[in-house]
Nanobody, 125 residues
Framework: QVQLVESGGGLVQAGGSLRLSCAAS????????MGWFRQAPGKEREFVAA????????YYADSVKGRFTISRDNARNTVYLQMNSLKAEDTAVYYC??????????????????WGQGTQVTVSS
């Protein structure tokens, strides 16, 4: 089992940057693939990015490709989401999640059994 805590959200102007962090507890962090999802008010939770347990494979939603970068540091039990060129439509609560699966299963939110509490990202236009 793994517990997840996100941080790094906040208010930023359009075109700005933020880096989200997700700290995991437990000794088996490196066994899990990690994903970032987001949910805006009145909308469904959507996939943002995912990274394999080793960090070798990454996956991105088309809406963030080229602007966001997911990475992980297994020594620090932490996964990151670097968000650049932010847009108003990126405004949402961002969640990190952990999964034992791999590949394109990682874009599906219900493939993740473990979730953080979320961190708010607000982009002003």
């Amino acid at each position: 089992q793994v517990q997840l805590v996100e941080s790094g959200g906040g208010l930023v102007q359009a075109g700005g940057s933020l880096r989200l962090s997700c700290a995991a507890s437990g000794r088996t962090f490196s066994s899990y693939a990690m994903g970032w999802f987001r949910q805006a008010p009145g909308k469904e939770r959507e996939f943002v990015a995912a990274v394999s347990w080793s960090g070798a494979n990454t996956y991105y939603a088309d809406s963030v490709k080229g602007r966001f970068t997911i990475s992980r540091d297994n020594a620090r039990n932490t996964v990151y989401l670097q968000m650049n060129s932010l847009k108003a439509e990126d405004t949402a609560v961002y969640y990190c999640a952990a999964s034992m699966l791999s590949g394109w299963d990682l874009v599906v939110w219900n493939k993740y059994p473990y979730w953080g509490q979320g961190t708010q990202v607000t982009v002003s236009s």
